[in-house]
Nanobody, 113 residues
């Protein structure tokens, strides 16, 4: 059974930082590309960042230079370091794999003063 469990969301002030984690089970994690999407209220889900099994990364233009995706294959975990957060980053953040398209339950990120 595949499970992706996100954590690390919360309330943060503009300009602050958060690190999201997503722990995977039930898949050969090191062989899977992984990604983060987000969905804000009333908006479509959008890609935030992706990382291939070999560590190549891709980012949405809106987060380039502020967010960093990384992975730790020993821990079956993918991370999203988010710096210089803006109110428009407020959304539910989901992790997923790039092969079988399994998704986690999401974690809420709220950027507000």
């Amino acid at each position: 059974q595949v499970r992706l469990v996100e954590s690390g969301g919360g309330l943060v002030q503009p300009g602050g930082s958060l690190r999201l984690s997503c722990v995977a089970s039930g898949i050969m994690f090191r062989s899977y590309g992984m990604g983060w999407h987000r969905q804000a209220p009333g908006k479509q889900r959008e890609l935030v960042a992706q990382i291939t099994s070999s560590g190549l990364t891709n980012y949405a233009d809106s987060v380039k230079g502020r967010f960093t995706i990384s992975r730790d294959n020993a821990k079956d975990t993918v991370y999203l370091q988010m710096n210089s957060l803006k109110p428009e980053d407020t959304a539910v953040y989901y992790c997923h794999d790039l092969i079988k398209n399994f998704w986690g339950q999401g974690t809420q990120v709220t950027v507000s003063s």
